[in-house]
């Protein structure tokens, strides 16, 4: 890892936190991506509760063993199901994943 010389300022430590980031002291924009990884921002995708049962019905499992499967909750699953409460992050990417690829979402944790 390289350290780069920021040079005196109020900040002191933080400078040379910023510049070990690859944020040059005093730039004032985020830290640059470390290499090997993106910045992804993509679009949110809604997921409604018809979709849920629907990819659930695809890949052909009961409730139970759908949760059990992709490791949820079979109450949430049914909560998601029933529209009392919204799949949000990583599960709701899930989901999705399972929605439209139903056969590659289950040969991926198998």
Do not use: H
Not at 59 to 87: D, I, M, Q, Y
């Amino acid at each position: 890892m390289e350290v780069m010389q920021t040079g005196s300022s109020f900040r002191g430590e933080k400078d040379e936190q910023a510049s070990i980031r690859g944020n040059p002291a005093g730039s004032g924009g985020s830290p640059r991506p470390r290499p090997g990884r993106s910045v992804c921002r993509g679009a949110r995708v809604a997921v409604k509760p018809a979709d849920i049962k629907t990819a659930r019905q695809r890949v052909g499992l009961s409730r139970e063993a759908f949760a059990r499967t992709f490791g949820l909750s079979p109450a949430t699953l049914r909560k998601w199901e029933n529209g009392e409460r919204e799949p949000t992050g990583a599960a709701r990417i899930l989901l999705t994943i399972i929605s439209r690829e139903p056969e590659a979402a289950l040969r991926a944790i198998r």
